[in-house]
């Protein structure tokens, strides 16, 4: 059996392994941890782009950093954001937000950096060569879509159907 391989956004890592969440997100983040744990237990390599990394890491104590940081990198695969990355980042860039006609940007949905952040997210897990993306972000999933596959933390484990043969 071949190892699958899974990419992992932030809210998700922070839900799932952090155990961060506002009181509203409590269910999600419930389900995050046994998605998580859900992964681990069959043995999936566990993709996380550096941005997700530092944003991870960016309430961290500086004392602490490097602890938590080796953490991460032994059970994480961590994809950095490398010249490779940076030509994917940039031809999806290209192909969704740049008019070749006008030579100008064309016009967003939501903040240029968040889009910057998510497009990053999305051109890591694709150098990476993952089998799939998890993200809660609708963003992402607008940006992945006929790029990459995308795809929120199932309802119920069970539907985790890339697992199977």
């Known amino acids: 059996m071949s190892k699958r391989k899974v990419c992992l956004d932030?809210?998700?890592?922070i839900w799932?392994?952090?155990?961060?969440?506002?009181?509203?997100r409590k269910e999600i983040a419930e389900?995050?941890?046994?998605f998580v744990k859900k992964l681990n237990d069959e043995n999936t390599k566990i993709v996380i782009p550096s941005v997700v990394l530092a944003e991870?890491?960016?309430?961290?104590?500086?004392d602490e950093r490097s602890k938590v940081l080796n953490c991460f990198t032994k059970n994480f695969q961590i994809q950095p954001f490398d010249a490779r990355t940076a030509l994917i980042y940039a031809d999806r860039y290209y192909?969704?937000?740049?008019?070749?006609?006008?030579?100008?940007?064309?016009?967003?949905?939501?903040s240029r950096e968040t889009i910057v952040a998510d497009l990053m997210v999305v051109a890591s897990a694709k150098a990476a060569d993952v089998d799939v993306l998890y993200s809660e972000d609708s963003d992402v999933?607008?940006?992945s879509k006929e790029f990459i596959k995308a795809s929120r933390?199932?309802?119920?484990m069970g539907q985790m159907d890339f697992f199977e043969e």
Not at 19 to 24: A, R, Y
Not at 56 to 61: A, L, T
Not at 95 to 110: A, N
Not at 153 to 156: E, H, L
């Open 10 to 13: 932030t809210q998700i890592m």
């Open 16 to 24: 799932g392994i952090k155990d961060q969440f506002t009181p509203n």
């Open 31 to 34: 389900k995050a941890k046994h």
């Open 56 to 62: 991870m890491m960016s309430n961290v104590p500086e």
């Open 95 to 110: 192909k969704k937000y740049f008019d070749p006609l006008t030579g100008h940007e064309t016009i967003m949905e939501g």
């Open 141 to 143: 999933h607008k940006l």
């Open 153 to 156: 933390i199932p309802d119920a």
